[in-house]
């Protein structure tokens, strides 16, 4: 199974500004100051050995779209944030000369992060490609239309030639599609959200947990995820807040914290955590603080095997 | 889990010891819940927390440490957090909870923080 990051920002898509990039060129210039680099060989392995990834690159700033290939014949993808176009393109260019294919899409819920790349999402626009919604939310068509509808958007939806079909799941049942196996859990967020745990023919699983808030008051509910996280070989999380951020002024925002999601995947002895759904206020070097901070509580709460913490950025990849 | 709590001044001081934890934090939780109604009906403005004895706290530890803020608040009780051990002194920093609550360095002998 690999995971591909489409889009992991939240709320609202981001990019680096001008000023911010030439920061990150001026810091790499003094850090290579006096260095002897002569070849682009020796400049990657400088960039690779010297400067942080904060330094070297950008965690992006397209919202939530994460692809899981088990190596199914059909597409699966959580959630169509902005990412989903970018998604698209790459999905068109792997299979050149090839029309068509099936996306199986879930969506966590219908806020507009969440729905707003299908209007770009290039496979619709062919009569070959079907598109099944999986979502918890009975009004998920209604909420794809009405993006599209005159004043919002100039193409309606009716227009896309693709064949979509809408399902709507039930939290706690399993369902076997197209060789996965998926289960979705109820979340606490404004308008209600849904995580997915998706398991392949070979046993492997990958957690789709985002926009969950782990409030103060429904600390003894936790059980449930610990649950549905069980074992699992990686737990993608919402991580936008900092646990005292969670806990005060963004008390009730539908969003979780690192320290929580790193306690919750120890209990549950899952092998990997991917930081998700950063906040479009952090720049680079408050992401990678806060995945440093995450690394470090890691190895004071361990109490068995490690947890591996990555910090999940636009276009990383996790083979599991 | 073992918790002591003792009148310095005007303040009530609870210190707990160990680890909070996903085994202790309910226990812990109920423990401060007391310790604020026991500080409000002795008419103490303020509950210090003494960490000294503290090895570690998890993510419910502190939220249980919001809850019993929360609590304070609504019954003019102002928690204060006193000598963190280089753990949780650092926990406090990753979690950002050294900008809800105020840290002092020691725990009072007598009067006030």
Redesign the interface.
């Known amino acids: 199974m690999i995971v591909r990051f489409w889009g992991t920002r939240g709320v609202l898509p981001v990019a680096a500004t001008a000023a911010q990039v030439r920061t990150k060129v001026a810091n790499a210039l003094l850090a290579a100051n006096g260095l002897d680099l002569k070849s682009r060989k020796d400049i990657a392995r400088f960039i690779d050995e010297n400067l942080t990834f904060a330094g070297r690159a950008t965690y992006g700033g397209a919202t939530s779209c994460v692809e899981i290939d088990a190596g199914n014949s059909s597409f699966f993808l959580c959630d169509m944030g902005s990412g989903l176009r970018e998604f698209g393109l790459d999905a068109l260019a792997r299979r050149p000369g090839v029309r068509g294919g099936k996306y199986n899409i879930f969506l966590s819920h219908l806020h507009w992060d969440h729905i707003m790349g299908l209007p770009f999402f290039l496979p619709a626009s062919d009569p070959n490609t079907q598109i099944v919604i999986h979502s918890c939310h009975g009004n998920a068509e209604q909420a794809l239309r009405r993006q599209q509808a005159e004043i919002s958007f100039h193409r309606p939806f009716e227009e896309w030639a693709a064949d979509f079909h809408f399902i709507t799941m039930q939290a706690g049942q399993d369902y076997v599609i197209d060789g996965m196996t998926v289960t979705a859990i109820a979340q606490d967020h404004p308008g209600a959200s849904f995580g997915y745990r998706f398991t392949d023919g070979a046993g492997r699983s990958a957690v789709y947990s985002t926009d969950c808030e782990h409030n103060?008051d429904d600390?003894y509910q936790?059980d449930a995820f610990v649950a549905f996280f069980a074992n699992a070989d990686l737990i993608i999380a919402d991580t936008m807040y900092?646990?005292?951020?969670t806990?005060?002024t963004k008390e009730n925002r539908g969003h979780s914290?690192n320290?929580?999601a790193?306690?919750l995947c120890r209990?549950a002895k899952a092998k990997r955590l991917a930081l998700f759904h950063h906040d479009p206020l952090h720049d680079d070097a408050e992401i990678e603080q806060m995945h440093e901070?995450s690394l470090?509580?890691e190895k004071?709460?361990r109490d068995g095997a490690p947890l591996e913490v990555l910090c999940a950025y636009d276009g990383l990849e996790v083979a599991l | 889990m073992q918790v002591t709590c003792v009148r310095i001044g005007d303040s009530l001081v609870v210190a707990p010891e160990g680890r909070v934890d996903?085994s202790t934090?309910k226990d812990f939780d109920s423990q401060l819940a007391g310790a604020v109604v026991q500080a409000s009906r002795d008419g103490l403005p303020t509950l210090i927390i003494d960490l000294s004895r503290l090895d570690?706290m998890?993510?419910?530890g502190?939220?249980a440490l919001?809850?019993a803020g929360q609590q304070g608040r609504t019954v003019g009780v102002t928690i204060r957090l006193a000598a963190p051990n280089e753990?949780m002194r650092?926990?406090l920093e990753?979690?950002?909870?050294d900008?809800?609550f105020d840290i002092d360095d020691n725990v009072p002998t007598s009067g006030g923080p």
């Open positions: 103060i600390m936790e900092s646990l005292a951020a806990s005060s914290s320290l929580v790193i306690d209990q901070d470090r509580y004071l709460s | 996903e934090w570690y998890s993510s419910r502190l939220r919001t809850s753990v650092e926990i990753i979690s950002r909870y900008r809800l």
